[in-house]
T-cell receptor, first 113, second 117 residues
Framework: GENVEQHPSTLSVQEGDSAVIKCTYS??????FPWYKQELGKGPQLIID?????GEKKDQRIAVTLNKTAKHFSLHITETQPEDSAVYFC????????????FGKGTSLLVTP | GAVVSQHPSRVICKSGTSVKIECRSL??????MFWYRQFPKQSLMLMAT?????????EQGVEKDKFLINHASLTLSTLTVTSAHPEDSSFYIC?????????????FGPGTRLTVT
């Protein structure tokens, strides 16, 4: 099936620094790209998403960029806080209908005080 | 944000028995729900797409007779793991598709930890 590659697998930053997670996808029909935060033992929580008709979206400390030509998208977290520590998953829609998702393998983010 | 619940949160069953997991959208109607499976420290793998009032669509390699899905209402989908075996032990997570202002988003439940002994 179509793949979503996510890097890095682990990321450690100091509180206040920025964190960037990058994903690439292969399905050219994908048009929806959400990001989820998952804490231990819990379900993923939608934190931001972007659709193929825009190149960038921002929500407070979180921003996502999308380059459809290159088929990659990135999550940017600024002014990181310890509570940002979690596993982050990127996803890409399977084709352009139904919104079933292919997930990246996840990035374990650790923000140290 | 939209709320999706799952029940039970944890279940332990004996090998050969069946287990039912419920997924509910609490504050919106969901014609489409999805079931995922997640092994420790791994990503989510789509198992099936559940459509209200019709048969579920299963991903390649997922046995439809083993993982029975019923989506009888706009707020409830159930996954039944039949004749469970230890290799079925996993974290099962559902999501529900919400359509708002012409845009679709997926919201996930808290997950169900299944342990088969």
């Amino acid at each position: 099936g179509e793949n979503v590659e996510q890097h890095p697998s682990t990321l450690s930053v100091q509180e206040g620094d920025s964190a960037v997670i990058k994903c690439t996808y292969s399905d050219s029909a994908s048009n929806y790209f959400p990001w989820y935060k998952q804490e231990l033992g819990k379900g993923p929580q939608l934190i931001i998403d972007i659709r193929s008709n825009v190149g960038e979206k921002k929500d407070q400390r979180i921003a996502v960029t999308l380059n459809k030509t290159a088929k990659h998208f990135s999550l940017h977290i600024t002014e990181t806080q310890p509570e940002d520590s979690a596993v982050y998953f990127c996803a890409a829609s399977i084709g352009n209908s139904g919104y079933a998702l292919n997930f990246g393998k996840g990035t374990s983010l650790l923000v140290t005080p | 944000g939209a709320v999706v619940s799952q029940h039970p949160s944890r279940v332990i069953c004996k090998s050969g028995t069946s287990v039912k997991i419920e997924c509910r959208s609490l504050d919106f109607q969901a014609t489409t729900m999805f079931w995922y499976r997640q092994f420790p420290k791994q990503s989510l793998m789509l198992m099936a797409t559940s459509n209200e009032g019709s048969k579920a669509t299963y991903e390649q390699g997922v046995e439809k007779d083993k993982f029975l899905i019923n989506h009888a209402s706009l707020t409830l989908s159930t996954l039944t793991v039949t004749s469970a075996h230890p290799e079925d032990s996993s974290f099962y997570i559902c999501s529900a598709k919400r359509s708002l202002a012409g845009k679709n988003q997926q919201y996930f439940g808290p997950g169900t930890r299944l342990t088969v002994t």
